[in-house]
């Protein structure tokens, strides 16, 4: 019987500690650059005051949540092209991480709102468009584990995961035609009276890429965590096939 | 066409089911008289708002009422093996779904022509006008290809009446959106090209799912 | 075009407790799922091993 400690578990990584961890170091050190940069280095908003530097993240963390979206989409087409179970694993796991980049993205931008606009929500393109996001992360979610069997939540799913990106577009240009009929009197949220400095352009971009590794990095934790429950899984139905 | 004759043969077996049994239609347009009163009072529909929130609360009965019809329609469907019958027979995956998608829109248009008077009377507002048909019209053949989609998957799972909402509504929001402004304008005298660009969504957004539908129905009922 | 109201009543220094939150919360939610999925996986291995155990045990081994 193999030793669970080295265990070649399908749809892994491969040799799983040394990738991950390196991935975590990695992570580590660019969230602590970033956090330098954010709070040392760009330059304050003339009209927004301190508070801006909240943009740093709720922005990267925003557009990330919306990539993984796409990450999602894709993996789910290529797992009903293949039904390969790696790309289920991968669409799972996105869409695990990607629903916590959305409600971050929604609770930074609810926090971002409040000082800036004196609102807490609004009904614009941007912020209505991530809630249905998140909306259909969530039905995603929920399909796979309200499914009768694995398999068919995999395949469920998949089909969330497409049906789900291409309507987001749909979403987000009804409510754009809809605010221009019923505007409110603020200003999307990257819209700043500063127009974006060189500086800040550049720290957003490196917080972005931040966040991309941090996404990776938490897919996959995520993916050894699946493959953990597949094992648990094969040797429960071993142990039960013995009759114990 | 070889799509044509299954398709029409599906539509007709469930809506004559439909038809005979009648409860199915009878609740269903009770329950859109319910939502327009508690609508009516939610929102507060005093007589010089009505011309204001009246497409809303149609709407948003015409959605309720729809994503109900389904649901009871998709587990009576499973609770008589109606689909299991479909798929071991040679016809295709895309009659199937067109077969059941027609059947949903034929049954809501029904609902909505009962219900359509009484909100006139209710809600106050005209729906004598050409273009408020075709609007209802499209926007429900977008609730019935989508919703269609959806049930087959969500009558599947172990909460069934809370997945084909979840599923539901955020998807077709464009469509419950767009349908809205369309009708308000519909409404109020509008031609077609009065309607704007609303009109063409519905329409650009049913072409879309008619045609990615059918093609992911056929994972979703595979064995 | 400046279609934008400046709130005169929100002076940009008392906006740092929005600052604080918004960081606040989003290490809160980045690492309380990271803690989740990782005490998940201690505990599943945790349980992996003691099967594993009674697996070995087995007398009826093949």
């Given at each position: 019987m193999a030793n669970t400690q080295n265990l070649e578990l399908p749809?892994?990584?491969?040799?799983?500690p040394s990738v991950k961890t390196s991935l975590a170091i990695i992570t580590g050190v660019m969230m602590l650059v970033d956090l330098y940069l954010i709070f040392m280095v760009a330059p304050t908003d003339s009209?927004?005051?301190?508070?801006?530097?909240v943009f740093y993240f709720h922005v990267p963390i925003a557009i990330m949540s919306f990539l993984a979206f796409f990450a999602v989409f894709i993996f789910s087409l290529m797992y009903l092209g293949k039904r390969t179970p790696k790309w289920d694993a991968i669409a799972h796991a996105s869409a695990e991480v990607g629903v916590v980049f959305v409600t971050l993205a929604l609770l930074t931008g609810i926090i971002w709102a409040?000082?800036?606009?004196?609102?807490?929500?609004?009904?614009?393109p941007r912020l209505t468009t991530t809630m249905i996001l998140w909306l259909i992360y969530v039905a995603y979610l929920m399909v796979r584990s309200y499914a009768p069997t694995q398999s068919k939540g995999a395949i469920y799913a998949a089909v969330v995961g497409i049906v789900g990106f291409i309507d987001v577009p749909i979403v987000y240009y009804s409510v754009v035609w809809w605010r221009s009929i019923h505007p409110s009197p603020v200003v999307g949220?990257?819209?700043?009276?500063?127009?974006?400095d060189g500086t800040m352009y550049l720290i957003l971009l490196y917080s972005f890429i931040t966040f991309i590794f941090f996404f990776i990095y938490m897919v996959a934790e995520r993916m050894e965590l699946r493959s953990t429950e597949e094992a648990l899984g094969r040797i429960r139905f071993t142990l039960r096939r013995r009759g114990r | 066409m070889g799509l044509l004759g299954p398709v029409m043969i599906i539509v007709w077996k469930d809506v004559l089911l439909e038809l005979r049994s009648r409860d199915l239609i009878i609740s269903v347009v009770v329950f859109g008289l319910l939502v327009v009163v508690v609508f009516n009072f939610a929102l507060n529909n005093t007589p010089g708002r009505s011309e204001e929130l009246a497409p809303g609360i149609l709407w948003a009965a015409f959605a309720f009422a729809a994503v109900l019809a389904m649901n009871r329609a998709f587990v009576r469907d499973q609770e008589q093996g109606g689909l299991e019958g479909l798929l071991i027979s040679p016809v295709s995956r895309d009659a199937i779904f067109l077969g059941k998608a027609l059947t949903s829109l034929i049954f809501m248009l029904l609902v909505e022509a009962a219900l359509l008077p009484i909100y006139a009377v209710m809600l106050d507002?005209?729906?004598?006008?050409w273009t408020l048909m075709l609007t209802i019209f499209l926007g429900t053949l977008g609730f019935a290809v989508v919703g269609t989609l959806f049930s087959a998957m969500a009558v599947q799972t172990r909460s069934r009446e809370i997945m084909l909402p979840v599923l539901f509504f955020p998807v077709l929001l464009p469509v419950i959106i767009a349908a809205v402004e369309a009708s308000t304008r519909a409404v109020g005298g509008e031609t077609f090209i009065g309607l704007g660009r609303w009109l063409p969504l519905i329409g650009v957004f049913d072409a879309l799912f008619l045609v990615i539908c059918p093609w992911v129905f056929a994972f979703v009922v595979e064995e | 075009m400046l279609d934008f109201i400046l709130?005169?009543?929100?002076?940009?220094?008392?906006n740092l407790p929005y600052l604080f939150a918004a960081f606040a919360v989003s290490w809160v939610v980045l690492f309380g799922y990271l803690f989740y999925v990782n005490r998940r996986q201690h505990e599943m291995k945790k349980e992996i091993a003691r099967l594993q155990r009674v697996l070995d045990d087995d007398p009826s081994e093949e």
């Open positions: 749809g892994s990584l491969g040799r799983f009209v927004l005051g301190h508070v801006q530097r409040r000082p800036v606009w004196n609102t807490w929500w609004t009904w614009e949220p990257f819209a700043q009276s500063d127009s974006l | 507002f005209s729906a004598l006008s | 709130l005169s009543s929100h002076l940009p220094s008392s």
